[in-house]
């Protein structure tokens, strides 16, 4: 028996997944510009300035975009997937945050002095454990389909530079403090960008699929080709 036709995608959908690729390619190359002409200057590496702005933005926006692919997903294993991203990202974001010295800081000092987002977040990791270990083979053979995929691949890379931005912060590449703090926040900056690709790129998979932009059976999410 044959299967429905499939619709043809719609041109608005065409114009916004190539609006978000230019987007994404706009991105990397404002952050290849801002390293190249910034690096020596140390005013822009200090805390919260324009390199951790950009890193704390790049987080935020991977939050909202593996949040919003775990909102469109059908597939239970792709949203616990997703989900267990988008509190890794959540997580990065919270340990990069310093409100101290800027205006937030009368509103949230308390609340990050006690620690109390950490025990918010390890409340939504037990939720997520407990997703997992009640679809454990699904949910592990997924994840690491996942990790072999386009978006997989942004991610790790993502994890890599964060690897080095935290070996630059151990003195580990040269004993020169400012040195070594320009080559860690740098470092970081391409990492949280990378991270934020491979949410965009999860999100951007399972949009196309259901506006019948690809009919690719490769895996670049979870649930691709299922």
């Not at 619709?7 to 994404?24: E, F, H, K, N, T």
Request: charge should be negative; include cysteine.
């Amino acid at each position: 028996m044959a299967g429905r036709p499939s619709q043809p995608p719609s041109v608005a959908a065409l114009y916004l997944r190539r609006v978000g690729d230019g987007l994404m390619g706009f991105l990397f190359v404002g952050a290849c510009f801002a390293i190249y002409f910034c690096f020596g200057t140390e005013h822009f590496y200090e805390e919260n300035a324009l390199f951790e702005l950009g890193q704390n933005l790049f987080l935020f926006a991977g939050v909202a975009v593996f949040y919003a692919a775990t909102s469109i997903s059908e597939d239970r294993t792709c949203q616990t997937i997703m989900w267990g991203l988008t509190l890794f990202c959540a997580s990065m974001l919270l340990r990069e945050v310093d409100v101290r010295g800027t205006d937030l800081e009368p509103y949230f000092s308390s609340m990050f002095q006690n620690r109390l987002h950490y025990i918010v977040l390890a409340v939504f990791w037990v939720g997520l454990f407990l997703m997992v270990i009640t679809n454990m083979a699904a949910t592990m053979r997924n994840t690491m389909q996942w990790l072999v995929s386009g978006s997989g691949a942004w991610l790790v890379a993502g994890v890599i530079f964060y690897i080095i931005g935290d070996m630059a912060e151990k003195n580990l590449f040269t004993t020169n403090d400012d040195l070594a703090k320009m080559v860690e926040e740098s470092a970081e900056l391409l990492g949280t960008l990378f991270i934020f690709y491979a949410g965009y790129v999860s999100l951007r998979r399972q949009v196309g699929r259901q506006a019948g932009l690809t009919t690719s059976q490769r895996m670049l999410s979870p649930d691709s080709g299922q």
